[in-house]
């Protein structure tokens, strides 16, 4: 199944606290920082639960209260509308949290 692709300029401003990913990948990102470490790995945690039952997973990376976030679907080659939602979820995982 082909997905339709949004361009990453146009879902980064729909979407609060995202930007267009650095350099020439189709692509979204966010940063985000926590507390400390254990509220990192819990935010982690409930994005890694809600992805696997989208089948749809970020590329991130951890380094004690930071995680960095990169969006996109390979497959349909841009930011789809699963990357649209699972940022959704994550800014509000992030908020519950207290992620800045």
Do not use: Q
Not at 7 to 27: I, M, Q, Y
Request: no cysteine; aromatic share 8%.
């Amino acid at each position: 199944m082909t997905r339709p692709t949004v361009p990453p300029t146009e879902a980064a401003a729909a979407l609060s606290g995202w930007a267009v990913a650095p350099g020439d990948r189709p692509a979204i990102a966010r940063a985000l920082k926590f507390a400390d470490f254990n509220t990192a790995f819990a935010f982690m945690a409930r994005v890694a639960l809600k992805a696997e039952t989208m089948d749809h997973h970020p590329e991130w990376s951890n380094v004690y209260n930071r995680v960095d976030i990169l969006l996109t679907t390979h497959d349909a080659g841009g930011v789809t509308e699963l990357d649209l939602t699972l940022a959704r979820f994550i800014n509000d995982a992030a908020t519950s949290l207290g992620g800045e």
